[in-house]
């Protein structure tokens, strides 16, 4: 079984200053970890992935993540918020069950985070 | 990326009838497609899981009689909510993995919002 837990349903940061979403997950098997972004009326977007390579991941748009499997966690960061920042984050988990492909793999969404730039 | 579409984006309908909803992978061939619902401000949940050419597995709880999924071909999947009801209202993701796009990668449509009156 695996699970994702985002601990802020909100987060609310002035513009220019660092932004930090964080997660933790469970999962029964190496896991691999992803971070989607939803803007309104748009399709999910891909932020960022880990797939047991390297443990700080960095995607597009500025943000990273760190994978710290001893804490379980997952956490978003990016070092400047932009107001095009604000959107609903999503951290989601699959497992490596079976060895198959990850695209192929069952995903399971946290709650959400949505995410607030202040001017 | 590779881009999934969904059509309709949006719909209502009278309860009671049935709503047919389209997932297309437009740039790749879509192996594996994922079928998700959100309530409003919600996470998404996925329904069921379809290959290509098999039936679908639907996760437990969603009635598989209800939510008619189909995947005959490797660029289309089709949601069909039959006898459609209020409480079917809600906002339905599609994403599609296969090929070299998608091995390590689901790509997700826009969403459709069905809303039955």
């Known amino acids: 079984a695996q699970s994702v837990t985002q601990l802020d349903s909100h987060v609310s940061v002035s513009e220019g200053t660092p932004v930090l979403l964080r997660c933790n997950y469970s999962s029964s098997y190496s896991p691999s970890l992803f971070w989607y972004v939803q803007h309104p009326n748009k399709g999910l977007q891909l932020l960022l992935k880990?797939?047991?390579?390297?443990?700080l991941v960095k995607g597009i748009n500025g943000f990273e993540a760190e994978f710290k499997k001893s804490e379980t966690s997952f956490h978003l960061t990016k070092p400047s918020a932009h107001m095009s920042d604000a959107a609903e984050y999503f951290c989601v988990v699959s497992d490596n069950r079976g060895g198959m492909d990850t695209g192929r793999r069952a995903l399971t969404f946290g709650s959400g985070t949505r995410l607030q730039v202040q001017p | 990326g590779a881009v999934v579409s969904q059509h309709p984006s949006w719909v209502i309908c009278k309860s009671g009838t049935s709503v047919k909803i389209e997932c297309r992978s437009l740039?790749?061939?879509?192996?594996?497609m994922f079928w998700y619902r959100q309530f409003p401000k919600q996470s998404l949940m996925l329904m069921a899981t379809?290959?290509?050419?098999?039936?679908?597995?639907?996760e437990q709880g969603v009635e598989k009689d209800k939510f008619l999924i189909n995947h005959a071909s490797l660029t289309l999947s089709t949601l069909t909510v039959t006898s459609a009801h209020p409480e079917d209202s809600s906002f339905y993701i599609c994403?599609?993995?296969?090929?070299?796009?998608?091995?390590?990668?689901?790509?997700f449509g826009p969403g459709t919002r069905l809303t039955v009156l």
């Open positions: 880990y797939t047991s390579a390297a443990t």
């Open positions: 379809s290959n290509e050419g098999s039936k679908a597995t639907y």
């Open positions: 740039d790749f061939q879509a192996t594996t």
């Open positions: 994403s599609a993995s296969g090929g070299l796009a998608g091995v390590n990668e689901q790509f």
